[in-house]
């Protein structure tokens, strides 16, 4: 079985923004602290996220915020903690990381979902900041 059918929640996929006959290199952006990442795919469970190559996750947890389009600043309302599960460095220009969410983060993820369906922004971009506080489950 393939590790994709594994998955607990189905995940909407994100990166796929064809303009005319190219596509846009819209995973470069400037991050607001902390580390820049574009959505790749993103369910109720998870998410998958592109950072720059040079960009090193040395910690377990993060705090994902999402960057609001429209102002073209970070959501402080749209956070969510999650585990830093895999990284794959076989790009030299980017690297793919899974994450796991932690606690609920159903409301945050539902209106990221609204945003990438219902707005003019095909692309969900984000930021990642260490997580200081103790996470209890």
């Keep these: 079985m393939h590790h994709i059918e594994n998955r607990v929640h189905q995940r909407v996929q994100c990166f796929n923004f064809p303009f005319e006959r190219a596509f846009i290199p819209i995973w470069v952006f400037a991050s607001f602290g902390g580390v820049a990442g574009l959505v790749v795919n993103l369910s109720f469970s998870g998410i998958q996220i592109l950072t720059e190559s040079n960009?090193?996750?040395?910690?377990?947890?993060?705090?994902?915020?999402?960057?609001?389009?429209?102002?073209?600043?970070?959501?402080?309302?749209?956070?969510?903690?999650?585990?830093?599960?895999w990284t794959d460095k076989t790009s030299t220009l980017y690297n793919t990381s899974g994450f796991s969410f932690v606690g609920d983060v159903e409301s945050a993820i539902r209106s990221q979902f609204n945003k990438f369906h219902y707005t003019s922004h095909p692309y969900l971009r984000c930021e990642l900041r260490e997580t200081f506080a103790r996470v209890l489950n």
Excluded: G, P, T
């Excluded at 947890?61 to 585990?83: G, T």
């Design 55 to 85: 960009e090193k996750l040395a910690n377990q947890l993060y705090d994902i915020v999402f960057v609001d389009e429209d102002d073209n600043e970070i959501s402080n309302s749209a956070v969510c903690q999650a585990r830093h599960v």
